[in-house]
């Protein structure tokens, strides 16, 4: 099986606009969050308005002209996406002072503006990241009234655009999840506690310049909302998690990034792509092995088979369960404004 991933370097409201109908299958994504000190000069290069209404202290105003820039990107999904594909964004609230202190409910707007544009909002999760104790302690530590709930979980807005999908059925008994996968993943409620792959060199130095999430967020998102063949879009694309989580994980994908020393900065990550991307896979089979092991020791048995593996399934669904691991990544294309990767996956 061979996939393809292409960076484009690039505005995310004209690149998206240049993507084809249907063109992806799922997007997962955490845009730059409005009203976070460390974006206020990315947008304001692209609507001055924005940087004078924060000089003014006008919050709102600056907050309402910072989501009318990602409306733009959102405003083209319905056509870009699939029928029934999933848009997934990543995406908290911030706090700021400007006027006074104040939240600015990032999740809300993002939600009410993609439904404005036809998609229907599912359930989605609270995550929770890892933070620092002493942050806990905002506003007037011990004493009331005046101290602030500390912000320890970002939101995963989960959202449909259409109907069901139905995929070949082929690809989705391939890709299906393991029964105590399908229990843990889908809780309304996740906590990771850091990034899986340690980055380096200027990999680590373009981190700190962007929002990236650790790989075992989006890895999991694309786990659960497409089958093999699918392709994953990031508009946002940052360091490149998400196509990352889609190369090791066997999906297509397209990512686009304004700022060319964080593409130049996946090669680093794309080198260690197929050690990863097996020892993903190989950690999904131990853990089921070791569930099996725990059923059997507590005189529970499991009915089915599973085609390709030595272990036995819960539930008729994972028969065809099939992992694939990423055995090459070549880079094919490397201009200005377009990088492409083309991997290689065999079954394991």
């Known amino acids: 099986m ?6 484009h370097v690039a505005d995310a409201r004209e690149a998206v606009a240049e993507l084809g109908d249907d063109a992806v ?24 308005a924005i940087g004078e209404a924060l000089a003014a202290n006008e919050g709102d105003r600056a907050f309402e002209l910072m989501h009318d820039l990602l409306d733009e990107v959102w405003a083209e999904l319905p056509r870009v996406v699939s029928e029934g594909g999933i848009v997934v964004v990543n995406v908290g609230p911030a706090t700021r002072t400007l006027d006074r202190f104040r939240q600015y409910p990032n999740h809300e707007a993002i939600s009410r503006r993609l439904r404005d544009h036809g998609f229907q909002s599912l359930p989605g999760v609270l995550w929770r990241k890892p933070t620092n104790s002493a942050a806990k302690f905002m506003g007037s530590g011990m004493r009331p009234p005046n101290a602030y709930v500390t912000l320890e ?5 989960v959202f449909r655009n259409g109907g069901l999908r139905q995929p070949d059925p082929e690809r989705r008994d391939a890709a299906a999840y393991f029964w105590e996968e399908r229990n843990e993943w889908f809780s309304d409620l996740w906590e990771f506690t850091g990034e899986r792959q340690a980055l380096s060199g200027a990999a680590a130095d373009a981190r700190d310049r962007s929002g990236a999430f650790p790989l075992d967020l989006p890895l999991r998102l ?3 909302f497409s089958v093999y063949g699918d392709t994953v879009l990031d508009p946002f694309w940052g360091t490149g998690t998400t196509s990352l989580a889609a190369l090791v994980a066997g999906r297509p994908s397209v990512g686009i990034e304004r700022d060319p020393d964080l593409v130049r900065a996946f090669d680093a990550r794309v080198a260690d792509a197929p050690e990863l991307s097996a020892d993903l896979v190989r950690e999904r089979l131990d853990r089921h092995r070791e569930f099996v092991a725990e059923r059997r020791a507590d005189g529970k048995t499991l009915q089915y088979d599973a085609e390709h593996y030595d272990f036995p399934v819960v539930t008729k669904q994972e028969r065809r369960i099939r992992l694939y691991e990423a055995t090459t ?4 294309d490397a201009a200005a404004e377009r990088r492409r990767y083309v991997a290689e996956h065999d079954p394991i």
Do not use: G, I, K, N
């Open 2 to 7: 061979q996939t393809e991933h292409v960076v």
């Open 25 to 48: 299958d799922l997007v997962v994504t955490s845009p730059p969050y409005p009203m976070v000190e460390m974006w206020d000069e990315s947008f304001t290069a692209q609507d001055p």
């Open 153 to 157: 979980h970002e939101h995963l807005l």
């Open 222 to 224: 694309v786990r659960m």
């Open 329 to 332: 990544v070549t880079r094919e």
